[in-house]
T-cell receptor, first 111, second 118 residues
């Protein structure tokens, strides 16, 4: 079955700097990769997603890149702000199967 | 739209007690699922359903039962609670075809139920 690894497990950046979180997946048939943000005590919420026929997607300060050959995808947050502090989860979905989540990255944006 | 609604928000059980966690969605999603979230272990799939009358096991199904009698509801039953089931439980739904094929649609999560078993 699918296995998703996520690095780093914790990340601290200064406000205004960029943050990058990387995930790798094992099943080459996986074709959809969402990213979720979870604030303390809250539910995971989708922040961006990418499908396998696309290499990069941007939404304001957030971008996701996908390398199908290497089976990895990354979340990029630019101009980080304190409200970006949260736990971020990546996930992979194989068409018709279930989502498999990475273990999460705790991002701290220091003022 | 309320989205995905979970009840209760908090619950304390004694070892051996049973209870049902409720989940309802009003988005007409075919796919519904239950996850548990433990510190440092991410989200682990307990059970899922691709439509009314269809359920299947996920990664950690032991000690839990589910049923899907309607498209809207997907309750999770703890048969005999154990301290190892202390966790935060999330229900999530997404669009799927009636055969379970993906639309590459994201999961929508409920607000979670924090369960403590003493």
């Amino acid at each position: 079955g699918e296995n998703v690894e996520q690095h780093p497990s914790t990340l601290s950046v200064q406000e205004g700097d960029s943050a990058v979180i990387k995930c790798t997946y094992s099943d080459s048939a996986s074709n959809y990769f969402p990213w979720y943000k979870q604030e303390l005590g809250k539910r995971p919420q989708l922040i961006i997603d990418i499908r396998s026929n696309v290499g990069e997607k941007k939404d304001q300060r957030i971008a996701v890149t996908l390398n199908k050959t290497a089976k990895h995808f990354s979340l990029h947050i630019t101009e980080t702000q304190p409200e970006d502090s949260a736990v971020y989860f990546c996930a992979a979905e194989n068409y018709g199967q279930n989502f498999v989540f990475g273990p999460g990255t705790r991002l701290s944006v220091l003022p | 739209n309320a989205g995905v609604t979970q009840t209760p928000k908090f619950q304390v059980l004694k070892t051996g007690q049973s209870m049902t966690l409720q989940c309802a969605q009003d988005m007409n999603h075919e796919y519904m699922s239950w996850y548990r979230q433990d510190p440092g272990m991410g989200l682990r799939l307990i059970h899922y359903s691709v439509g009314a009358g269809i359920t299947d096991q996920g990664e950690v199904p032991n000690g839990y039962n589910v049923s899907r009698s309607t498209t809207e509801d997907f309750p999770l039953r703890l048969l005999s609670a154990a301290p190892s089931q202390t966790s935060v439980y999330f229900c999530a739904s997404s669009r799927r075809s009636t055969r379970g094929s993906s639309y590459n649609s994201p999961l929508h999560f409920g607000n979670g139920t924090r369960l403590t078993v003493t």
